[in-house]
């Protein structure tokens, strides 16, 4: 007999879960469901797919453990149960999850949901790969690490195999003494022009030992040579250093076809402000 379509999934375990995905190729992972929430005529309305796999029932996707070096999480812990395990998350994490719509809408949407959202980078991406964070994917026969830069291409969707669910979040806990997060406008739903920026950096000794810049809404945006240029200098920064640093940046932008050009002008603008408040 042909399988029934239009269906909700509610496994409790992997193993129910990649069993169903067998038998449905098409099934949808539905975590927090917020993203199936469509502004339509200016009214919002649920618009969900034929075959649904909710992850709610998995309970291995909540948990949150850490180590001295690492704080690990299931892609199914709500962007508020981060938040509000304060300290120990780098700020610029919180910053940048504590910016998205409100904490209702927080209590719901889960750190996998925002990273997964397939049409374009949210709040959380842009953090996550300046913090070298590492994503791990299971499928039914395998489970792979991959970093969180090269699950987040440079543009397009994210990097899935055929049914691999996203399934646990590694993040480094380093001290970084200076971060910013900037927000340009809201990422979504359709506003192509949004994006998230990240700006930290490590001081050590009043050395300036590590540098990272992420840009990330239509596409990513990352460039090591510049961040070169300042790794390894002293506090405060001297203002040609940081005029070499930005001609890299507004050279490097320049090659890029995306985003345009409003867009690159705010991002050099933000990147210039912070790399000035390190200067004397
Ligand atoms: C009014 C409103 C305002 C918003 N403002 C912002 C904002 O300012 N900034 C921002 O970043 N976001 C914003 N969002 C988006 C929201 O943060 C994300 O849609 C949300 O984080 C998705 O989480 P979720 O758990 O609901 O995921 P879902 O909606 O359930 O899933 C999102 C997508 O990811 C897939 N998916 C989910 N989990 C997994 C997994 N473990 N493995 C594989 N695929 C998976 C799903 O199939 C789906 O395609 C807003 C949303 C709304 C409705």
Redesign the pocket.
Known sequence: MDAVHNQVFFPSTMQDLFASWNRFPDA??????????RNRDDRYALTLPANILS?DGLSE?QRITRTERYIEMG??VR?NDIINLGKPIPPVFTRALN???GPE?RS???I???I???ARH???TAPLIALDARYELRTALTSRWISAARFSSFSGPPA?NPQ????RIRIPLEQWNYSLFK?FS????EDETGGSLVFIARIQKNILTDLRVVFAGETVIRDKNSEAVLSGKHLPLDRRDIGHFMELWEAFLAELNAPGVMMKARILNFIEEAALELAD
């Open positions: 949808v992972p539905f975590a927090g469901g917020v993203s199936f929430v992850l996707l892609t199914m962007l910016c998205i719509a809408l719901l949407a889960t996998g949901g925002n997964c959202y397939p949210l709040n959380a899935f691999e669910l996203l399934t927000r809201d990422p979504y739903p």
